[in-house]
């Protein structure tokens, strides 16, 4: 069964900084990119940043660049989001997600449940 749980979601001040985690397992995490999305009230979930599989190349939103850092082990199944100096607009709920297409072209693509940033004072 495939599973993608994060944590380290809370309430922060603005310019704090949080470390999201995102434990998988059930696939070969090692063979996905994974990704963090995130979704504010009202707006569209968005592409926060992502990591292939082998963990070299990484490509963030232009709103988070310098930033946020995404990482990844993969002798842990684990890919990481460390946010620094958090503003209110990044207040949303954060999304792993887990995606591959095979050499027949099917496409895997998981979720996870979500964890809720709030970036407050």
């Known amino acids: 069964q495939v599973q993608l749980v994060e944590s380290g979601g809370g309430l922060v001040q603005p310019g704090g900084s949080l470390r999201l985690s995102c434990a998988a397992s059930?696939?070969?995490?090692?063979?996905?990119?994974m990704s963090w999305y995130r979704q504010a009230p009202g707006k569209e979930r968005e592409l926060v940043a992502d990591i292939i599989s082998a963990g070299g190349r990484t490509n963030y939103a232009d709103s988070v660049k310098g930033r946020f850092t995404i990482s990844r082990d993969n002798a842990k199944n684990t890919v990481y989001l460390q946010m620094n100096s958090l503003k209110p607009e990044d207040t949303a709920v954060y999304y792993c997600n887990a995606v591959t297409t095979l050499w027949d072209s099917t496409r895997y693509n998981y979720w996870g449940q979500g964890t809720q940033v709030t970036v407050s004072s």
């Open positions: 059930g696939f070969t995490f090692s063979s996905y990119t």
